[in-house]
Nanobody
């Protein structure tokens, strides 16, 4: 059974930090990339950060220098360290796994709320 499970969201004050985790089930094989997306109320879902199996990363301009994505290939897990959080970072954060090139699976999402 394919599963993608996020954890680590919550409520934090502006300037604070949170760390999100995303674990893909062992049945997900040949992972190409794992990434974090977010969707705020009334807005489209957007890419936050992504890391490939080879370790290449890319970030949205709005989070560069504040967020760091990392990956543990052995555990099929990806992390998102979020520092200097801003109210505009408030959203539901989703993990997406790309595997076997053309297969994509999403987690259920985790809420991040940053108060001013």
């Amino acid at each position: 059974q394919v599963q993608v499970v996020e954890s680590g969201g919550g409520l934090v004050q502006a300037g604070g930090s949170l760390r999100l985790s995303c674990a893909a089930s062992p049945s997900i094989l040949d992972i190409n990339a794992m990434g974090w997306y977010r969707q705020a109320p009334g807005k489209l879902r957007e890419l936050v950060a992504q890391v490939t199996s080879g370790g290449l990363t890319n970030y949205a301009d709005s989070v560069k220098g504040r967020f760091t994505i990392s990956r543990d290939n052995a555990k099929n897990t990806v992390y998102l360290q979020m520092n200097t959080l801003k109210p505009e970072d408030t959203a539901i954060y989703y993990c997406r796994v790309q595997w076997r090139r053309y297969r994509f699976d999403w987690g259920q999402g985790t809420q991040v709320t940053v108060s001013s």
